[in-house]
């Protein structure tokens, strides 16, 4: 995984605030969401029959006239396995909530290969891609898609993937230091500073937080870039304060090195300042628990159905799910939605991913620009003592 996958999406979201106005409905399909289906069990066992003269078989490859083939690329061996079979189970969890009995999805393992994984669900007939999670594997997968037509919903965050076919709905990074800029300049604050991690993630931060704070009529007094060593850290963080005063500090980089930064800026120029960070916070809850970090302020996604998606995950597979799990869920709401006037074994009908009244899931309120990148609304949270507590909630509505 590249470093712009959300810090290997463990460690593993400027910016399109300016669309058309719209609305987000609580549809059916995020009631759906928040079910709990349960299985019933295998029906009455017919009488055999006889094998027909003309089987639904062509070329040695299945075909299937009443559901709709979709494939989910993910890695299911490797070092990634375990988020890979997270998203997997995920996708089976939202074909349960919805009863979407059209929507048949077969699981390729990436690890093996993105390339001889595209081809097989290609020559198998799927007609949508769910997947990949790595950019690298994104990269090789949509041209081999583009050629067949078939689109690719990639859960990686790298923005430079998108476009041609391939759709990205990992968190972006860009949106959220967008959204926490935002919020910031709102409360009062107007003199920005930044602690960026080396690496290209590091960079898009940086040049995100310039084009926020530019458009929110703030100013970057500072900004100074580290390679998470000790010594590099507490260098960055003299560096700031030698060079200007600032109100509100981003540290663009994990919950974990958050913790380690905090401390350091506190007790070097930056006892009263906000402390503000991206949407990696939002997977580490040792935040609350750093004194340093109380009363800073991060963008993400909301966690409020994520909850529920986890107990019923938890209940079924016997295991916590990776965070990166409610892209897998909500890529089956999204398709289960266009499901329902596209015709099964026809080309998967593109421009419904465009479509301007958005989705819902999981996650929240999301849509796909022209440029293939998903749009999310955001909530603010702050780091109180062992807690978070959401001081903005996600928009109802993108400003225009």
Not at 47 to 76: F, I, K
Not at 78 to 91: E, F, L
Not at 310 to 334: E, I, N, T
């Amino acid at each position: 995984m590249t470093e712009t996958d959300t810090l290997r999406q463990a460690d593993m979201f400027a910016a399109m605030k300016r669309g058309a106005r719209i609305l987000f409905a609580t549809s059916a399909l995020l009631v759906a969401a928040c079910q709990s289906i349960v299985p019933r069990g295998p029906g009455p066992v017919r009488p055999t029959e006889p094998v027909p003269s003309g089987p639904d078989v062509t070329q040695g490859l299945p075909t299937d006239t009443l559901r709709h083939r979709v494939a989910l690329l993910v890695p299911m061996t490797g070092p990634n396995a375990g988020v890979g079979q997270s998203i997997a189970n995920a996708t089976t969890l939202a074909l349960l909530d919805t009863k979407a009995d059209k929507v048949r999805i077969t699981t390729y393992d990436t690890s093996m290969g993105a390339a001889a994984a595209a081809n097989k669900a290609l020559a198998e007939g799927n007609r949508l891609i769910l997947g990949p999670l790595l950019a690298e594997d994104a990269r090789i997968v949509g041209p081999i898609a583009a050629r067949a037509k078939v689109p690719v919903i990639s859960f990686s965050n790298d923005i430079s993937v998108a476009g041609d076919g391939v759709y990205i709905m990992g968190y972006n990074p860009n949106q959220s230091i967008d959204r926490v800029v935002e919020f910031a300049k709102a409360k009062g604050l107007s003199k920005f500073a930044a602690l960026i991690p080396k690496g290209v993630y590091g960079e898009r931060s940086g040049t995100s937080l310039l084009r926020a704070v530019e458009a929110e009529g703030g100013t970057v007094v500072s900004m100074q870039t580290f390679d998470r060593t000790p010594a590099s850290m507490t260098a960055a963080v003299k560096k700031l304060q030698a060079s200007s005063s600032y109100d509100a500090l981003l540290i663009a980089d994990s919950g974990r090195v958050a913790m380690q930064l905090a401390p350091i800026v506190r007790k070097n120029g930056g006892a009263t300042a906000r402390l503000l960070g991206t949407e990696l916070w939002n997977t580490d809850r040792g935040l609350a628990s750093t004194p340093a970090l109380r009363g800073a302020w991060f963008a993400s996604v909301s966690d409020g159905l994520y909850g529920q998606l986890a107990g019923k995950y938890r209940a079924r597979y016997g295991s916590a799910p990776f965070r990166l799990s409610a892209l897998g869920y909500d890529a089956v709401l999204l398709t289960v939605r266009i499901a329902r006037d596209w015709k099964p074994g026809t080309t998967f009908p593109a421009a419904r991913l465009r479509d301007a009244g958005g989705f819902s899931g999981i996650d929240g309120a999301f849509r796909f620009g022209r440029n293939g990148i998903a749009e999310r609304a955001l909530e603010v949270s702050e780091v109180s003592a062992g807690t978070y507590t959401v001081v903005a909630a996600a928009p109802k509505a993108f400003a225009e």
